[in-house]
């Protein structure tokens, strides 16, 4: 059973959408219990760091996924859902989840590049994790802010605006993602039966 | 690299497809839904729906079931733009899976609002559409559709002015181009330049248009009758030429 965690801040639906079309064993969830004993996790999220963070927390979400994590669960972080996975954000004050070593940092606005980076590019992989991806690929994204792990072994797929940045992380069982599979048409449908069968 | 793109506007009122013409006369299309699928069938990069209500510009509410039933058939990204007014609307709105909203008539009344949007939603959500008009002078002015009247204020400083509460992206919209086919409106390219990045639209007729739009300082150009008409008697028919596309951005 995958579960979805719904905060009501992220493309749930798009992705529960997504995930239906692959198989049928989803659902979308906010209640501790579930999520503390889910297998697959997915984490959407769109918004502000703090306000995503507040949600998690109010919810005792992030005891669950510790949870769940500890059982062997695997997850995946989708845009502001990943950067939580980190210790903390330029964009707000509060702290992550501290799962992956590292920070969120805003795009240097003076490399003439504009912010956010709005559209559809493409993921380098540098270590390739049993064919989560293939390098013939094109994503969704929409942020201002990137993750900046500690580890460079953290980083697995890097993306190009002005200057190179991590678009796939992944520690153990926990994967992020900057970019919007659930928004990114066949490629996102097939990185995200990748992952569910990694 | 980051491709420029080419967006779809797909423009409904009372859940009905509709093409203006200077933002004047309207034309029946057909169901929003047929076209979305459409769309989505042909890999497009995004998605912009407005409701932009009815002939005679009266407020109206949210239409949060039917926008559902149109974000159900996308798998890419959407900016939904119509009638927001406050936070509660703009919530319900991403919950049902937009990924941005675009804001136009409420910048005219209430700039405290875009503030609280962007401190929520954050920046990369938020769009501000302005809908530009050429007065007799050959001057262009933001034209305020609701109230019929342009808004008299130098209008590359009050766009900047809304980007520096935090906006994200600027649609501007030619109403003189609107629904013409007949080319980009050059003169008022020419002299764009923001920090955000900036979606044009109005003009658009064929390929070669979009390969003109293509040469200003933009990220992206939007399309309505390109996408939906075919031929000269602009018979109804919705298409997404993706290679061709593909090809000159």
């Known amino acids: ?198 | 690299m980051l491709k420029k793109r080419i967006i779809p506007i797909l423009t409904y009122s009372n859940e009905e497809l509709v093409k203006s013409i200077q933002f004047g006369s309207r034309k029946y299309i057909g169901d929003p839904l047929n076209a979305v699928r459409i769309f989505n069938e042909k890999f497009v990069d995004e998605i912009i729906l407005l409701d932009i209500g009815n002939e005679n510009r009266d407020e109206f509410k949210i239409n949060y079931p039917f926008l559902k039933k149109l974000l159900n058939e996308c798998f890419m990204p959407v900016t939904y733009g119509g009638g927001i007014k406050t936070l509660e609307d703009a919530k319900k709105i991403f919950d049902l899976g937009v990924d941005k909203i675009s804001l136009n008539s409420i910048i005219f009344k209430n700039l405290e609002i875009i503030e609280k949007l962007v401190s929520y939603f954050g920046s990369q959500s938020i769009v501000a559409c302005f809908d530009i008009k050429k007065n007799i002078s050959g001057k262009y002015f933001i034209y305020n559709y609701k109230e019929n009247k342009i808004f008299n204020y130098e209008f590359k400083k009050y766009i900047q002015k809304i980007i520096e509460l935090g906006i994200g992206e600027i649609l501007i919209n030619s109403v003189d181009r609107d629904g013409m086919m007949n080319g980009v409106e050059k003169d008022l390219l020419k002299n764009l330049n923001f920090s955000v990045p900036l979606i044009y639209s109005g003009g658009v007729g064929k390929l070669e248009d979009l390969q003109d739009g293509f040469k200003y300082k933009l990220e992206g150009i939007g399309c309505s009758s390109f996408f939906c008409f075919y031929g000269e008697n602009k018979s109804v028919l919705i298409s997404y030429p993706f290679k061709d596309l593909d090809r000159i951005r």
């Open chain 1, 1 to 198: 059973m995958i579960t979805i965690i719904d905060l009501q801040a992220g493309n749930f639906f798009s992705l529960e959408n997504v995930i239906k079309k692959i198989t049928s064993e989803v659902l979308l969830s906010k209640d501790y219990d579930q999520i503390s004993k889910s297998k697959i996790i997915l984490l959407p999220g769109v918004g502000r760091f703090d306000v995503f963070m507040e949600k998690i927390k109010k919810k005792k979400i992030d005891v669950a996924i510790k949870n769940a994590l500890i059982n062997d669960a695997k997850f995946l972080g989708i845009c502001v859902g990943m950067h939580v996975l980190f210790d903390k954000s330029e964009e707000g004050n509060c702290e992550g989840l501290s799962l992956i070593s590292g920070e969120i940092k805003k795009f240097n606005t003076k490399l003439n590049f504009k912010i956010p980076h709005m559209g559809w590019n493409t993921v380098k992989i540098i270590k390739d994790d049993r064919s989560i991806l293939s390098n013939n690929n094109r994503f969704y994204f929409i942020h201002s802010y990137y993750a900046d792990p500690k580890c460079s072994n953290n980083t697995i797929g890097v993306t190009e605006h002005g200057q190179e940045f991590a678009s796939i992380v992944k520690k153990n069982n926990i994967y992020g993602v900057q970019f919007h599979p659930e928004k990114s048409h066949l490629f996102g449908r097939k990185f995200l039966e990748n992952f569910l069968n990694a």
